[in-house]
């Protein structure tokens, strides 16, 4: 989290006071407010076609000391994950958009192998397999990874849950974790304020905790059993999380293969009802 205030509120709240210069800047800043990281005043000021006094001028309209604070604001933002101080102007001659992707996504998979700490995988698949009951936690972007970790899991093992299920808060289901339970968070970037919390909660319940998470680092992080870091770069605005559902796949293999027997009967017992409840 950033210790200052946002550089797009400190435009918005000041924009009816500024000088048609002024507005100018804000206005080129409103649409690419991280690029301000990398340009000096005099090559902001051409970009917007004013002078280098002009941006002198409104660093000090929104209450900054100057250019070079508004530049620190832009990188903390940047490093924060803000998806709108990561977009940036396509320049000329730049690789395609599909290439661009294509070499990210090749990047993070393989960055998620490299670093692989193939005994704490191993450790961990483990215990998912012969925990009680598993439960899974994801916020914002990890939400979506919850769900899908979920939904690998269950075709093996029964008792896994999400933290929280739709309609219930998080008090209703942390309450449930009890000791030698696994939960399984995300902590990706920009990560919400509760997850800590149900860190902190499930390591008092006696329950072990596997993070997911990207190279940002949380304030319990160390209370995490095991860890495990992916690369989620990319060449825009949104992060790249191909290597993070990798994985989640090597994980969820991991896991099928320690419940053997027990596993596949539960997985033909889901096909027998599958073919009985004609769902599919």
Known sequence: ???????AALIRDRYADLSPAERKLADVLNEFPGEIAAYTASELAKVAGVSNAAV???????????????????????????????????????????????EASLANVGGAFERLDEA??????????????VWIAGFRSGAAFATHLRWQLIQFRPDVHLLAGAGETLGETVASIGEDDVVAVFGLRRRAPALGPV????????????????????????????TFRCTTRSDGPLDNYVGVLALCHALAGAVIARLGAQGRRRLARIEHLHLSLEEL
């Not at 000391?65 to 990561?86: H, K």
């Not at 860190?199 to 095991?226: K, M, N, Q, T």
């Open 1 to 7: 989290m950033t210790s200052h205030p946002h550089l």
């Open 199 to 226: 860190v902190r909660a499930a390591r008092e319940a006696g329950a072990s905790v596997l993070l997911i998470a990207d190279h940002g680092v949380g304030p319990d992080d160390e209370l995490a059993s095991w």
């Open 56 to 102: 002198t001028r409104l660093a000090r309209r929104l209450g900054l000391d100057g250019y070079e604070e508004m530049r620190r604001i832009a990188r903390e933002e940047r490093q924060a994950g803000s998806p709108l101080f990561l977009l940036a102007r396509d320049e000329a001659g730049a690789p395609s958009l599909a290439a661009r992707h294509r």
């Open 120 to 133: 704490a995988l191993n450790a961990a698949a483990e215990a998912l397999a012969a925990a009680p009951r």
